[in-house]
């Protein structure tokens, strides 16, 4: 059957990568060693070829019963995937041609590659039971809890042995100056961005360390391209003489709607959200919990809402304000969900563009908020688009935790939170061989700007002394606080409920385009 063919392909990999070896209980028991039960997990994963194809996977249930400090493993954000596809639409070789692919690698059987921290042993499912003997585990294992910081690791001393180095600001990212490469890691995914010749190294790199698939580069034809277009954590890259874009997969879309039970049917609608409450109900009935079933479906219909908004800067703001609702969603928060599915019915994506361009050498910035805009909670909502030349980065949107008193304040929260990010993303450009790299922060606001670069709290006397480190950051110039007008302010694209011709007016703006329709 598809699932044994699964189960031993499994076991084959446990055989070819030495993961255990056989070790009688008392002997386990005599030296401390932990032992945990293991089963099988089947998953249906088409492949080219046999839609019907199972993964197997056997995996340890080391239960979470006490906090460990030592097993953590940091992932890199999703925009340094950005940064990457940037950086290929952005360097020029010496003869002035464009000539930079994206290269991506899937890893097999990635928790193998890693060597074992020596404490763990599993008990095998009944069928590979061995009276008195338990597998002492030789390699990481899924399921065990210093899996993903063992699998870290040995990527970090492989990559390093190779001649890459991490970057320090940014976790799981490296660079190779002499190949002038740059590779990002995502568990068992890398994607990289460089010229052929220095790519065809960094394959003899990959397939030296790790069981790896190399999936066709993406970018000139003439220059060693050979696909235009391919996906990389659920989104789609793709190359033109323009440039490189990127968009969101809509099988999540789709997924979304047939959660929430919409249909081709189901009207779309102009805008993600609209301000206020519904005319339809009572502010009680806005408030009331939803019953446990209908709950259990809104969290995984949030789930997935969250995965499509990290590439469909229009829903990020209503993405963020049904994210409140996971821990005990109410009426307000399902209405909000059913609100922005049916305008990803009308455009379930967006296509983001990295035009080619000369290195701009500045990181932008650009800040809003909407002062009290939560009417429940009375909280302001910040909205931060960092922006290099013509390529958006990233898009935040968050909820501010104090209760601003003013409009000022409202805004002065953004500029901060700006300026910490901003220290990360220049030291990342500049590591990525993009020269020196000045960050400029933009805000409407004139009171947030005078705030900032003035010294002390002055009559905002209630203002959190751990925020005011911006003012020292701006006096000693190591950026710049400049205005920008309201109308063309990208941020405020999250911080509220837009109307059909304010939306479109700054999408317009953005080196964005928008998709019509599932079909």
């Not at 519904?278 to 949030?302: G, Y």
Request: charged letters at 25%; proline letters at 5%.
């Amino acid at each position: 059957s598809k699932v044994q063919k699964g189960r031993q392909k499994e076991l084959d990999n446990i055989v070819r990568f030495q993961v255990k070896r056989d070790m009688p209980i008392s002997e386990a028991k005599a030296k401390g060693i932990k032992i945990v039960n293991a089963k099988w997990l089947d998953d249906k994963k088409p492949v080219e070829g046999d839609a019907e194809n199972v993964r197997s996977r056997l995996v340890a249930t080391e239960l979470n019963l006490f906090a460990r400090e030592d097993c953590t493993q940091a992932t890199p954000p999703r925009k340094v995937f950005r940064f990457l596809v940037s950086s290929a639409a952005t360097k020029v070789a010496p003869d002035g041609t464009r000539r930079r692919l994206i290269a991506r690698y899937d890893v097999s059987v990635a928790f193998f590659h890693a060597p074992g921290e020596g404490k763990t042993a599993v008990m095998p499912p009944k069928e590979l039971r061995e009276p008195g003997v338990v597998w002492f585990l030789e390699k990481a294992m899924y399921g065990t809890r210093a899996a993903a910081k063992l699998l870290g690791s040995y990527v970090i001393d492989s990559l390093q042995k190779a001649g890459l180095q991490p970057i320090v600001c940014m976790p799981m990212t490296f660079v190779h100056t002499e190949l002038e490469i740059e590779v990002a890691v995502h568990g068992d995914d890398f994607v990289a961005e460089g010229v052929k010749e220095s790519l065809d190294k960094l394959d003899e790199i990959m397939e030296q360390y790790f069981d790896v698939k190399r999936l066709p580069r993406i970018g000139p034809p003439e220059y060693g391209g050979e696909v235009t277009s391919g996906e990389h954590l659920s989104c789609v890259i793709s190359w033109t003489r323009s440039g490189f874009t990127c968009e969101n997969n809509l099988k999540h879309v789709s997924n979304l709607l047939n959660l929430l039970g919409f249909d081709r049917d189901t009207p779309g609608v102009d805008t993600p959200s609209v301000r206020g409450k519904s005319a339809l109900i009572t502010l009680d009935e806005w408030l009331d919990e939803l019953p446990a079933r209908q709950a259990k479906i809104f969290r995984a219909a949030a789930g997935t809402l969250q995965y499509i908004a990290e590439n469909v800067l229009a829903i990020k703001q209503v993405t963020a304000e049904v994210m409140q609702g996971m821990a005990v969603p109410l009426t307000i928060h399902q209405l909000r969900l059913e609100r922005v599915a049916r305008y990803l019915i009308s455009y379930p994506g967006e296509v983001w563009h990295y035009d080619y361009q000369d290195n701009p050498g500045v990181l932008d910035e650009i800040c809003d908020s909407d002062w009290a805009g939560d009417v429940v909670t009375r909280k302001s909502v910040s909205c931060i688009i960092e922006r290099f030349g013509k390529h958006i980065l990233d898009c935040t949107v968050n909820k501010q935790k104090p209760i601003a008193l003013s409009s000022g304040e409202a805004e002065f929260y953004p500029i901060v939170k700006a300026g910490a990010q901003s220290i990360q993303s220049q030291s990342t450009l500049e590591a990525f061989g993009h020269g020196e790299v000045h960050i400029k922060i933009w805000s409407d606001s004139s009171a947030a700007r005078g705030i900032v670069q003035r010294q002390g709290p002055g009559k905002l006397r209630h203002l959190d002394i751990k925020d005011l480190w911006i003012q020292e950051f701006i006096r000693l110039k190591k950026a710049e606080v400049l205005k920008i007008l309201t109308d063309v302010n990208w941020a405020d694209v999250g911080t509220k409920a837009l109307g059909k011709s304010r939306l479109e007016d700054l999408l317009a703006m953005m080196p964005i385009t928008r998709r019509e329709g599932l079909e």
